[in-house]
């Protein structure tokens, strides 16, 4: 069964940080390109970054480079989104995706609080 399960979510003051994990299954994961979505309350889902298979190469908005990273662990079948000098306007829920021949597939969300 093909799965993301997204956790590492919370609360946090501006400034800080926080690592979100995206655990995968049911699907040979090394092989695929992994995105970072998230959505604030009354939004659209924005598009956050990518990383690619080999896990070099990666690509950003604009709002988030140079505080957020994307890696992966292919021994873990895990990509995590490392998220630094976090901002109120950061606050939304966070998905990961995969594109696969199948289809997307999405995990079920986390939520970050960014608040003072």
């Known amino acids: 069964q093909v799965q993301l399960v997204e956790s590492g979510g919370g609360s946090v003051q501006p400034g800080g940080s926080l690592r979100l994990s995206c655990v995968a299954s049911?699907?040979?994961?090394?092989?695929?390109?992994f995105s970072w979505f998230r959505q604030a309350p009354g939004k659209m889902r924005e598009f956050i970054g990518l990383?690619?298979?080999?896990?070099?190469?990666?690509e950003y908005i604009d709002s988030v480079k140079g505080r957020f990273t994307i890696s992966r662990d292919n021994d873990k079948n895990t990509v995590y989104l490392q998220m630094n000098s976090l901002k109120p306007e950061d606050t939304a829920v966070y998905y990961c995706?995969?594109?696969?021949?199948?289809?997307?597939?999405w995990g079920q969300g986390t939520q970050v609080t960014v608040s003072s």
């Open positions: 049911g699907f040979t994961f090394s092989h695929y390109i």
């Open positions: 995706k995969v594109n696969l021949r199948t289809g997307d597939c």
């Open positions: 990383i690619r298979s080999s896990g070099i190469g990666t």
